[in-house]
């Protein structure tokens, strides 16, 4: 049932939930999707549909008036299941709402997990049940909520890189034994985390890996997936400042290949302090007094980015 509120409110009432165990049905689904550390769009979207389900089930439920009726006690119980439900979704809608961040930084909010692509096996799974699955302990409390999780394929296929991205609609807690992949280790007890996502998109073009490796799922946001064109920067860049600097480099370096001249120079504008120089095969910062703050060569930039990158963003950042 992977309905947007319009589709999952229509689905409900096409139902009847005429009952209330038929409420309850749906009142459980959607409390584990809330109760999930996962918070999706998706899930507060059911939880309005199934909220806005049940309070007009109320309006048509009113008491009878005579309170020594069978029938009036009978439907006067269901009322008060159905006020119970009512209250206990919006709490949890009230909840989830109030937990989004009410001004998205686009550097502050890190709801994108990079996880990590082992083999071809691995990858094959993940395509075809749209999903991705983790070790538990790698997502701590202050990583969620999830919304995004992007691909790390280095040394899966003949182009390795983050070539795809999927939105998270659902996740819960399993044991590794429950994910129908072959274990690599004798580990079916370990507690996973198995996201849902929506399907996957393709990155166009595809983020090179540079100077990451796979390992432990990392985190970024979706304004740097939508706008990195390496993996070192994904996890890099954390400021406005840093985004200018990474701008800067990331056009130095095409200028370079474009040009073809072995001493090639020039400069880039970071911001109103700070400029990129490019001279005699180094990167250089330097101020508004044209004093050189720190240099670095493009050899051993080119090599190790993302040494070379914090390099130059701890002076920037230095006040």
Not at 153 to 167: A, D, F, L, N, T
Not at 231 to 252: G, H, P, R, W
Request: positive net charge; proline residues 4%.
């Amino acid at each position: 049932m992977s309905f947007q509120k319009d589709g999952f409110e229509a689905y409900l009432k096409g139902k009847g939930l005429k009952s209330i165990s038929t409420f309850c049905y749906y009142l459980r689904r959607t409390q584990r999707e809330f109760k999930a550390d996962i918070d999706t769009e998706y899930s507060r979207d059911r939880g309005k549909a199934l909220l806005s389900c049940i309070e007009a089930k109320l309006e048509k439920s009113r008491p009878f008036e005579s309170k020594k009726s069978i029938k009036s006690r009978i439907k006067k119980r269901k009322r008060k299941a159905l006020l119970q439900m009512r209250n206990s979704v919006k709490k949890y809608v009230d909840f989830r709402t109030a937990s989004i961040p009410k001004e998205k930084s686009e550097f502050t909010v890190w709801d994108v997990m990079v996880g990590t692509v082992r083999d071809a096996q691995q990858l094959e799974f993940i395509i075809r049940n749209n999903s991705y699955y983790v070790p538990a302990h790698f997502i701590t409390i202050d990583r969620l909520p999830i919304r995004y999780i992007a691909l790390h394929e280095q040394g899966v296929g003949s182009e390795p890189g983050i070539h795809r991205y999927g939105e998270v609609i659902a996740s819960q807690k399993l044991k590794r034994s429950r994910i129908p992949v072959p274990l690599n280790r004798n580990n079916g007890d370990e507690i996973y985390y198995y996201f849902k996502v929506r399907c996957w998109m393709k990155l166009s073009p595809p983020i090179s890996i540079r100077d990451t490796h796979r390992g432990p799922p990392q985190f970024t946001s979706k304004h740097l997936l939508d706008s990195c064109s390496q993996s070192y920067q994904l996890f890099s860049v954390t400021s406005e400042n840093d985004y200018q600097l990474m701008t800067a480099i990331n056009k130095a370096f095409d200028e370079i290949r474009e040009s073809g001249i072995k001493e090639f120079s020039s400069v880039y504008p970071i911001n109103d302090d700070y400029t990129l120089n490019v001279c005699e095969s180094s990167i250089s910062i330097m101020n508004s007094e044209n004093e050189t703050l720190e240099k670095i060569s493009v050899g051993s930039f080119f090599f190790r980015p993302n040494d070379g990158f914090k390099r130059l963003k701890n002076v920037i950042n230095t006040k």
